[in-house]
């Protein structure tokens, strides 16, 4: 009999980086499947910050918190290597929310089979949560037009990467923020981003009025902090502020205030909060839309891969020091 | 030669409330309309919030300010007196921006008839800003939905009063904040909002509890100020925030800070900040639809009116106290 890795989530996470005992590795049998049931061996997971939200009970969240004693949910790419389900043969590739275990049987149920080309780190990278997540963002709330400026916080992270070079494909200055000169150096230089802030050593008030002497007309919002009241003291009017990640404030007790909101009047100001999983019906759409810039090789990424399950523990708090350089992924 | 009074603003409003030494009053030698003008009496002036920010420079608001050694701007209600004008009769009733003068020449751009029926106070108070302003911001913005609930701040206001009276007609649970128990019994018992709450008194958290059991669907916020943070924690899922006006930080040096944007992302909520001027030309379709809540009785207002030009000068510094009751006019 064969065993493999499952990690379980058995205690809430306090404030701040993630402590490794809120978790337990488990070792199971292999399972076979059942009837109409497939068996995947999952071959990359995902690590998203979205995770450190699924953790905790949250009534007013977007998606029900990972019970206690079940294994933490994750979404991953896998392999069938069993299949009693007329959709599925082995040695197709599937994505999905597999969880932080090397192996699941599954009813085929949330599960999308991947077209052979992209390698496994573009997929996670580009075609998954980050990629779907940057477009229904930037298109669906942002409304980007030629000629105007966009802030992206987060912009060397795995969505605000992504958004930033689908704007600057449709004709906006591109402005990023980060939290250090490589990640700066790289959504310049790599990715064609037109400025990029270190939001931890520039004034990043002059800085602003510099690379966007015209102001702002988007903010894409991926983290919170320090970055947060330059951009909106300079939002022109009618624009749009689209929030998808405050992860400079997940991990604090008391979150940090946020601007006052007066210039929401005097600028007619848009902000909109949006989580990927209210859009899931949209994929099709969505990819339909992301695709061609990839085909036309607009759209590149770079993937952080840990190695082995249990490096999704440490890798979690990645995050919360932005340490990463790209998209996070465990290789199993 | 008889004369008549106007009032110019000359110097600038230093922060808090507004010294008379920034406005000067004037006596003028009543004018004649020219050819192709018309000459209004004007009858009855409008003060309105907006006023206060009218008075100072600030390149990023939706209408240039004031410049010094103007007349005040403001809207009102005026006869034409004497008309060299096809389309103005001799006793034609007219509305629109007059400014602190008790008559003026006019091309007639920018002023319209206003039909017999309403008395003066109704049409200012309903049919001019208030009403247009409730209407674009409730329906335009808000999205109403029968069931929900919906928190109007500056509840006893000219537009917050309104807003929440056509909320009720809607079906909505409808709750107003408002800043004496005068004001939370006249919302409550006259124009029947379903509660009320003093935000000077009350246990703000412990009462929004109570009368909003199921959560916040739309909050219609008007002032700013201590409510702001309790409603945004209480918010639902796709809640909408319609931001019309900030009043209890427009005098401040420094705004108070608004809340942590957390929330927006958890309960993907949508905060649109909108100012009438954008929707001047969607003004026939608001009354069409502002029209017949009015017929059916279903809008009552009432007026505060100050008497005398001059009047208006300390009239402003209402809007900081809150002790104007209702709508606030000045009778020439």
Not at 281 to 301: A, F, N
Request: proline letters at 7%.
């Amino acid at each position: 009999m064969s065993t493999y890795t499952a990690i379980k989530l058995i205690a809430r996470p306090e404030p701040g980086p993630v402590e490794p005992d809120i978790f337990e590795v488990v070792q199971k049998e292999i399972p076979s499947a059942g009837p109409g049931q497939i068996l995947v061996k999952q071959t990359h997971m995902s690590l998203d910050p979205a995770m450190l939200g699924w953790m905790s009970p949250d009534p007013e969240s977007y998606i029900p918190p990972v019970a206690l004693g079940d294994v933490m949910r994750s979404s991953g790419l896998g392999e069938v290597i069993e299949s009693n389900h007329p959709d599925f043969v082995i040695g197709d590739r599937v994505m999905g929310l597999m969880g932080w275990t090397e192996y699941l049987v599954s009813s085929g149920e949330g599960l999308n089979k991947v077209q052979p080309g992209p390698d496994a780190e573009a997929v996670l990278s580009i075609f998954a949560l980050p990629g779907l997540t940057a477009t229904q963002g930037l298109f669906g709330f942002g409304d980007p037009k030629a000629g105007e400026t966009i802030v992206v916080s987060g912009a060397a992270g795995s969505v605000g990467s992504i958004v930033g070079q689908l704007a600057k494909a449709e004709g906006l200055n591109v402005i990023g923020v980060a939290g250090n000169d490589e990640k700066c150096e790289w959504i310049v230089s790599e990715l064609g981003f037109d400025g990029a802030i270190n939001y931890k050593t520039a004034d990043i008030g002059a800085k602003l009025t510099e690379l966007a002497p015209s102001g702002v007309d988007i903010y894409f919002e991926n983290t919170g902090g320090p970055i947060q009241q330059h951009v909106f003291d300079r939002m022109n009017a009618h624009g749009r502020i689209v929030v998808c990640g405050m992860i400079a404030d997940y991990g604090k007790e008391i979150p940090d205030a946020g601007p006052n909101w007066i210039p929401i009047i005097k600028k007619r100001l848009t902000i909109q909060g949006f989580a990927m999983p209210d859009h899931f019906s949209q994929v099709p759409e969505l990819l339909g839309k992301l695709t061609p810039y990839v085909m036309q090789g607009k759209i590149k990424y770079r993937a952080h891969v840990l190695e082995g399950l249990e490096s999704a523990i440490s890798g979690l708090n990645l995050f919360f020091t932005g340490d990463n350089k790209g998209k996070l992924i465990v290789k199993l």
